[in-house]
């Protein structure tokens, strides 16, 4: 039996067409691309033409765009690199209680350091209010961080609106756009975005590597210091392989978004609806439509999430529970709490994250599947009524 993978939201394959272009990059194209010689100067000129790529995506200008290591490494500076830079104008920044670790762990990290942050709560679909964020802006808001598509419930927060509210109050905006780019339409200026995060491996090209769009005149503390790369602002040869693999995936996750995103939600409601009909006593987490396409998650009552994944891994069908990060701890996911669920019922939790590769026979296999898995389980928990 062939293997079904539906953990897309903690990572995609590198695709063909992405590896072709990589290629060069590790073989021939090994010039450094701050060298003068043509080595060098083949290396820059794909190095360009991945920014471009990039840019082009988001509706962005090349010069706003900056590579990265990796989205953490995006959301880190963006948050920390603004809370520094703005440090003089005030010390209070504004983002929701279900952002990744990325975020949370940083806007902590700042509150040890006497930042001050305000983590909104968000409604039992997992929306942020924006008439919340506009309420808790003060005069010494510097920065409001709220994700564009959250990682694991799927819900797509209203960031233009948010976006119009901080312009209009003269703060800086940070989306964290890691699950939204090449699943959805991002558009920094419909978004009204200053900075936004994106990752590599969420959209097919090689882990390890990320961008921060930054705005022509937002102006950010560096992370880290060293050489002159990307403009002077973050150091560090490089990653051309996998920039050069990032330029190619964006292209081709935005291409033909409309139609991917009409089959991956066609798929995704299937499996939404096959799971609720067939299995009682379950719910869908996060919102019933606006929702990323390829999101599933569902709280399977009774049974431990964990014992769920082991057992549809035996059937070869990969998903996960909570985030990634987060299983193997017995926390359970703060995202699901936030959105009001009992420890119990969160503790039931699985996330199917789809995408283009997926088919209909995976989906009605995975429904079938789960549904002996649950029945096995049910009957040997001592929480079944
Ligand atoms: C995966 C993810 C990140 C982290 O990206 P990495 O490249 O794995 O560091 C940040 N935010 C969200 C919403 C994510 O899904």
Redesign the pocket.
Known sequence: MNRIYMDN?ATTRVTQPVLEAMMPCLTTVYGNPSSVHAFGRDARRLLDEARAKVAAALNAKPNEIYFTG???ES?NWAVRGSAYALKAKGNHIITSAIE?H?ILHTCQQLEREGFKVTYLPVDEYGQVSAADVEKAITPETTLISI?TAN?EIGTIQPIAEIGAIARAHGVRFHT?A??AVGAIPVDVKAMNVDLL?L?G??LHAPKGV?ALYIRSGVRLERLMNGGAQERTQRPGTENMPSIVGLGRAIELATAHLDEKAAYVSALRDRLINGILETIPDTRLNGHPTNRLPGNCNVSIRYIEGESMLLNLDIKGIAASSGSACTSGSLDPSHVLLAIGLTHEVAHGSLRFSLNEDNTEEEVDYVIKSLDEVVRRLRAMSPLTM
């Open positions: 939201a990796c989205g953490t959301d990744h990325a994700m990682n964290d890691v699950q995060s990752s491996h969420k990320g």
